[in-house]
């Protein structure tokens, strides 16, 4: 299944406890986490920069210099990712459950949504999910209150869902009693389309939309 481009802003962040040391001797890279150290082998530039941001975070990696103008690019139907991000996302996969996955808005507001790990060797990637396709969650999922934030979850899962704020919540709950498509969630909430499909590309990224074998 070729993989969901989202419309709205993808962000990226470390768990807080995850520390990111520097071996200038060899270049190499080892963050340090609730796992265990992961050391990174590609220490160039970019990826310090990356993962320097992502401390901070959640931030939009787009900015960075090396990746701004091909993520536009990319985000205008002119063409794929470049090998820059592929090797950055290579990166990101191997430190599996210690990076938090986000989606925000245009508005500066902060994400909607973050996917966070309960399994240290998870990786999340964005499937393409058709408008019309017919979509459920989970049984045995539940939405719990966590931190002040509602939490979708569902044991068996590598991932929860924070559910930060509208429309994210309004979108997950729509989900949760009844078989559904994005097209129909979209007209039923008054929401783009767009907003709708990248909410449900995370959720079925964390495992909670069980999707057709391809």
């Not at 990826?47 to 993520?71: C, D, K, Q, W």
């Not at 470049?82 to 191997?94: I, M």
């Not at 240290?120 to 989970?138: K, M, N, R, S, W």
Request: glycine residues 10%; aromatic residues 4%; charged residues 20%.
């Amino acid at each position: 299944m070729k993989s969901h481009i989202p419309s709205a802003r993808p962000l990226w962040s470390l768990l807080e406890d995850a520390v990111v040391v520097s071996d200038p001797e060899r270049g190499h890279l080892t963050v340090r986490g609730r796992w265990g150290d992961i050391e990174l082998h590609d220490g160039t530039p970019l990826v310090r920069e990356a993962l320097h941001r992502m401390t901070l975070g959640p931030v939009s990696l787009e900015n960075i210099p090396a990746l701004y103008e091909n993520y536009a690019s990319w985000k205008s139907g002119g063409g794929g990712p470049c090998p820059v991000w592929h090797r950055l996302k290579k990166t990101l996969d191997k430190l599996g459950g210690c990076v938090i996955p986000s989606l925000g808005l245009d508005d500066g507001a902060g994400p909607i949504l973050s996917v966070l790990a309960i399994a240290g060797d998870a990786v999340f990637t964005l499937p393409h999910i058709a408008h019309e396709q017919p979509i459920g969650i989970l049984p045995d999922t539940s939405i719990e209150r966590l931190n002040g934030d509602q939490a979708m979850v569902c044991p068996g899962l590598a991932y929860q869902v924070t559910l930060h704020r509208a429309p994210a919540a309004e979108i997950a709950k729509s989900l949760m009693h009844t078989e559904s498509t994005i097209a129909d969630i979209a007209n039923n909430l008054q929401l783009s389309r767009l907003i709708v499909a990248d909410v449900v590309a995370y959720l079925a990224g964390a495992g909670f939309i069980a999707l057709p074998a391809n």
